[in-house]
């Protein structure tokens, strides 16, 4: 199995941008499809990114359309860290940010097996 720590959330202004880092111990990220998701207050757990890799290749990337073309999602395999890229940021986004690792992954929370603790991400306006 995978343990996974998300970091680098915080309070921003709109516009700005912040990195979150998803460190994985246990075993590689390119043995799993991860994903990024996040929850608002008082909002279900909502898709932001998933994606595969296998060696050097990507086999897929898939966003959101809501972060399409302001958020990107990449790998570092010497760290074994997976990235969340979040430019051009807004209010909307702010949310706690999960990162998660699953075998058949999707688009829903239900299909990904492990999870971080997630990190606040707050952006004022």
């Known amino acids: 199995q995978v343990q996974l720590a998300e970091s680098g959330g915080g309070l921003v202004q709109t516009g700005a941008s912040l990195r979150l880092s998803c460190a994985a111990s246990g075993r590689t990220v390119s043995s799993y499809a991860m994903g990024w998701f996040r929850q608002a207050p008082g909002k279900e757990r909502e898709f932001v990114v998933r994606?595969?890799?296998?060696?050097?290749?990507?086999?897929?990337?898939d966003y959101a359309d809501s972060v399409k073309g302001r958020f990107t999602i990449s790998r570092d395999n010497a760290k074994n860290t997976v990235y969340l890229q979040m430019n051009s940021l807004k209010p909307e986004d702010t949310a706690v940010y999960y990162c998660a690792a699953g075998l058949a992954a999707g688009r829903g929370p239900s299909s990904y097996n492990y999870w971080g603790q997630g990190t606040q991400v707050t952006v004022s306006s």
């Open positions: 994606a595969r890799w296998s060696g050097g290749s990507t086999l897929y990337i």
